[in-house]
């Protein structure tokens, strides 16, 4: 009886009942299929893909109970019972009053948008995400950056990288006047941070703050719940919190939600705009039926919103959660042990390796990320995402954003690879990191007006 281990393995809350079988290729397959995508892996076929870690979003595994809970939709125009599950789904587990479904998330940032935001508004927010910034600019508005300092350091291992600095923001509100502010935008687990938390202690005095100026909170809470586990290990009173229960506080502190359920909602289509203020909900439910389609079914079917309420439930599961964020850990600490920067402290919803500090000897003008995303799809077949000098797009001058941090993406779906599937991930990266003063970097060739990222064409550069 001397056997001791410090901290117990975690697995998976689950076993598997089918398996989807993947396409094998070869080196050269995938060189021929790389320069037919232009060098973009947005560009790449699935079916040429062997470990797709391009994003989390909609390539989350459903459990027996939701393809069970599809086949109950209600697939009536209006009315359908299935939006009313969804909605008080909503409203027990995140607690906010009226609900609008929307087909996905940048959905629901249009409507909110056109809503609350008029020309020369200000919209600060914890670190811009790409499709909710561009809805802000669409609509006349102009985002401010509010996130801590911390948050652009790649190598900085506070906690909390998600945090606003309330500085910033008093700064924003006296030079613009609080009545520009139509709401501060509060992501929860920062995405293009690296899936960084915000505290709850932060989350508290950005309330009183904003209470104080009559300002709105309104909240991307797209991976809200990975956000809920950081708080729970890592925030002093909240070890013995459930994953729900702290969901729910963290919500109270703000006026409405924007969600793309593709994420922790655990479905592959779905989102929804959620907000305490009728006159808000009112707005939306007119505007719906323009972009999106009747306010109960928002340009979802019936058994999508079947699939949406039981995946936020299983969203909120403490064993879930573990064993999600538990893989992301993994993958983080296999590419430590093989020295490849990645962003500190490993976050929730996959791991971002620092292009800039990979390939050093590249300029951001050379897109070190998008390089190094081609790079590791030719090694191997695993297929991830540029988050650096492509995904900041330009300004309203047409120029480049240079932004700090320039990371390749591996996020993992939720429920969908094995923990030898990261051994080979991790295997690739090392591989592709031991050649890296080889690299070379691309030139963009082909560069569309919105979004670059998801279209843009490259070459490399001879
Ligand atoms: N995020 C992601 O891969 C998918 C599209 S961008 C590559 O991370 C946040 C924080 C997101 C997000 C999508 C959306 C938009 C809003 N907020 O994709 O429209 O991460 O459902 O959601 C993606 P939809």
Redesign the pocket.
């Known amino acids: 009886m001397t056997l001791k281990i410090e901290k117990r393995a975690w697995a998976e809350p689950y076993k598997m009942k089918m398996v989807e079988l993947l396409k094998m290729t070869t080196k050269a397959q995938r060189n021929k299929a790389l320069k037919e995508a232009g060098y973009n892996t947005f560009l790449l076929r699935s079916e040429d893909v062997y470990i797709d870690l391009?994003?989390?979003?909609?390539t989350n595994a459903m459990s027996d109970r939701q393809w069970a809970a599809f086949m109950t939709g209600d697939e009536s125009y209006a009315g359908s019972k299935s939006y009313y599950n969804m909605e008080r789904a909503i409203q027990t587990y995140y607690g906010y009053k009226y609900v609008i479904p929307t087909h996905?998330?940048?959905?629901a940032?249009n409507i909110l948008s056109q809503i609350l935001i008029k020309k020369g508004d200000v919209i600060p927010g914890n670190m811009y995400?790409?499709?909710?910034r561009l809805h802000q600019e669409l609509a006349g508005g102009k985002f401010e950056d509010i996130i801590i300092d911390e948050a652009h350091d790649a190598l900085n291992e506070f906690p909390f990288k998600g945090n606003v600095d309330l500085n910033k923001l008093e700064k924003i509100v006296n030079k613009y006047g609080a009545d520009k502010i139509p709401y501060v935008s509060i992501?929860t687990n920062v995405?293009m941070a690296g899936g960084q938390p915000i505290s709850m202690e932060n989350l508290k005095e950005l309330r009183k703050y904003t209470l104080q100026h009559g300002i709105r909170i309104i909240h991307?809470m797209?991976?809200v719940a990975e956000n809920a586990y950081f708080i729970q290990q890592r925030e002093k009173g909240y070890l013995l919190k459930t994953i729900k229960e702290i969901v729910h506080e963290i919500c109270s502190l703000t006026d409405g939600a924007?969600m793309?359920a593709?994420?922790d909602a655990l479905v592959n289509i779905g989102?929804f705009l959620a907000t305490n203020e009728w006159d808000v909900y009112e707005e939306a439910r007119n505007l719906v039926v323009v972009y999106e389609g009747l306010h109960t079914y928002g340009g979802l079917a019936g058994r999508d919103m079947e699939a949406i309420a039981v995946g936020i439930k299983e969203s909120l599961d403490d064993y879930h959660q573990k064993a999600r964020i538990g893989q992301v850990e993994y993958l983080g600490k296999r590419m430590q042990e093989y020295g490849i920067p990645i962003v500190k402290p490993i976050g929730g919803h996959g791991i971002f390796v620092d292009a800039k500090a990979f390939l050093p000897h590249l300029s951001q003008d050379d897109f070190p990320a998008q390089t190094l995303a081609a790079e590791i799809y030719a090694d191997s077949g695993v297929r991830t995402?540029e988050r650096g000098i492509v995904s900041a797009g330009r300004n309203s001058k047409g120029e480049n954003y240079y932004p700090k941090l320039e990371l390749v993406r591996f996020?993992i779906p939720r429920r969908v690879y094995t923990q030898a599937h990261m051994d080979v991930v991790a295997e690739s990266t090392a591989m592709v990191y031991d050649r890296r003063k080889k690299i070379k970097g691309m030139k963009m060739i082909y560069e569309p007006k919105y979004l670059r990222?998801?279209q843009a064409r490259f070459e490399k550069i001879k």
Do not use: P, V, W, Y
Not at 54 to 58: E, P, V
């Open positions: 391009l994003t989390d979003s909609g996905q998330g940048r959905g940032e995400f790409t499709t909710t992501a995405n991307d797209t991976r924007t793309s593709k994420k989102g995402m996020t990222f998801f």
